[in-house]
């Protein structure tokens, strides 16, 4: 027995003696109960023996944590069904009493797990149903164990304590019974207290940037006319209210408007279809909301600026062509406005 005792006691020492980190929750108290079993290692002398040494081990405890790595915890123990036999008598031993000890903690996560380390001192009392006979003992103790938080307040232990001295008594000079006892448990516990929550990060101020910004809409004459025509279609005015509204985002407005036809035809007649075709859109776009003051140019240009270059120029037959050159055959939208976005700093 003396041997088991030691090889405890250093292993406990040394776990006690690598906790460098602290205990999970800092500032806070734990209230819990436990129960498990108990073994009894008291010798037998003489007419006294034991002849039950297992017995069931209950109790109740509450701790504080001072520091990030110390706390105390008080608790109050009962053992029961220990079985004695004295001068052939048998007889049932109670061990009960109250006791303290320092905890030791390396924390596990940030909720409340951990393993620790416990030494301590208990006072028992021992008693011996059907006989007068009874000891009180001051009982040095050590225990090691690992805690389970499922949250910050509700958390499981499961531990070992081992007490030197819980049985000591002489009933007469030659009867003697005396030794330790180990108490394997689970513990369940409520936590309050802790550290408080950090205060939240103030967000960066954020100032508003505005920058101009152009959008350019080329719109095929195709969509937007009948052939050779300058009325706008249905889905020509469509088209026009998708541009105004895509420009929704966007604040002093100003709109520009440019017709194109393609190169077939004299210069006149071209400038002049540009023309009606540039206004009808114009017109469009007020109906769309627009005043005089956001349209700031709606200008014919005529075959100018062609955007098929000379792809077209080995085309042969005329329908061939004119297919050829459908995307110079167009009008072109112009949207400048201010667009704002917030940016941290």
């Not at 081990?57 to 079985?83: I, L, Q, R």
């Not at 996560?109 to 620790?116: C, E, L, P, V, W």
């Not at 805690?147 to 509700?154: D, G, L, S």
Request: charged share 20%; aromatic share 12%.
């Amino acid at each position: 027995m003396k041997t088991k005792v030691l090889a405890f006691s250093v292993a406990a020492v040394l776990a006690t003696a690598s906790f460098s980190a602290n205990a999970a929750l800092e500032n806070s108290w734990t209230f819990g109960v436990k129960g498990g079993w108990a073994h009894s290692y008291i010798d037998s002398e003489k007419n006294a023996e034991m002849t039950g040494k297992n017995a069931i081990g209950y109790g109740a405890y509450v701790g504080y944590n001072f520091t990030d790595w110390f706390g105390v915890e008080a608790a109050y123990n009962g053992f029961s069904n220990f079985e004695t036999k004295i001068d052939g008598k048998k007889h049932d031993l109670k061990i009960y009493g109250p006791e303290v000890a320092a905890r030791f903690a390396y924390p596990l996560d940030a909720k409340g797990s951990d393993i620790f380390a416990r030494v301590g001192l208990a006072y028992h009392t021992d008693h011996l149903t059907g006989s007068n006979h009874g000891a009180d003992a001051w009982d040095p103790l050590l225990g090691v164990g690992v805690q389970y938080a499922f949250t910050k307040n509700f958390g499981a232990r499961v531990g070992y304590d081992y007490y030197f001295n819980s049985f000591d008594s002489d009933y007469s000079p030659e009867k003697k019974m005396d030794g330790g006892m180990g108490f394997l448990y689970v513990g369940f516990q409520y936590t309050i207290g802790g550290p408080s929550a950090p205060a939240p990060v103030a967000a960066a101020p954020v100032t508003p940037k505005t920058e101009r910004v152009t959008e350019n809409h080329s719109l095929s004459a195709g969509t937007l006319f009948p052939f050779d025509g300058s009325t706008l279609s249905a889905n020509g005015k469509k088209v026009i209210s998708d541009v105004v509204n895509s420009s929704k985002g966007l604040s002093n407005t100003e709109f520009e408007v440019y017709g194109y036809t393609d190169r077939i035809g004299s210069d006149a007649y071209n400038q002049k279809l540009s023309q009606k075709r540039a206004t009808a859109v114009a017109e469009e776009l007020r109906a769309n909301g627009l005043n005089n003051n956001q349209i700031k140019a709606v200008e014919g240009r005529g075959k100018a600026n062609p955007v098929t270059g000379n792809k077209c120029d080995s085309v042969k037959g005329r329908n061939a062509v004119i297919d050829c050159l459908a995307p110079d055959r167009r009008v072109e939208v112009v949207v400048s406005g201010d667009k704002t976005t917030e940016k941290q700093i």
